[in-house]
């Protein structure tokens, strides 16, 4: 069973930066792709950015493209988002999530994904 525990949110300014973490339980962390999702409050969950069993492949939103960094620690179960140049518009509750299927290349779609994380909130102030 995929258990994921996200941290890192807060209140920052806009322009700030910010690093989510997602600790994930199972032995077998090194073999699921890993994403992060997004809900804002009245919209859809949207995905963020997403990254491959082996970290070699990252997959970003366009709105997000050049601003945040996913990466991954395998020794340690661990993966963070690195947020940077963040906007207003980047406020919403952020979640993690596990694709635990071994289907490649990793996929966007939040449906590809089996197991999330309670989220952690991020609030960009302008």
């Known amino acids: 069973q995929v258990q994921l525990a996200e941290s890192g949110g807060g209140l920052v300014q806009a322009g700030g930066s910010l690093r989510l973490s997602c600790a994930a339980s199972?032995?077998?962390?090194?073999?699921?792709?890993m994403g992060w999702f997004r809900q804002a409050p009245g919209k859809e969950r949207e995905f963020v950015a997403a990254?491959?069993?082996?970290?070699?492949?990252?997959y970003y939103a366009d709105s997000v493209k050049g601003r945040f960094i996913i990466s991954r620690d395998n020794a340690q179960n661990t993966v963070y988002l690195h947020m940077s140049s963040l906007k207003p518009e980047d406020t919403a509750v952020y979640y993690c999530?596990?694709?635990?299927?071994?289907?490649?290349?990793?996929?966007?779609?939040?449906?590809?994904?089996?197991?999330w994380g309670q989220g952690t909130q991020v609030t960009v102030s302008s």
């Open positions: 999530a596990a694709d635990s299927s071994g289907i490649e290349p990793v996929r966007v779609a939040a449906k590809a994904y089996a197991s």
């Open positions: 990254i491959s069993m082996s970290g070699g492949n990252t």
């Open positions: 199972g032995r077998t962390f090194s073999r699921w792709h």
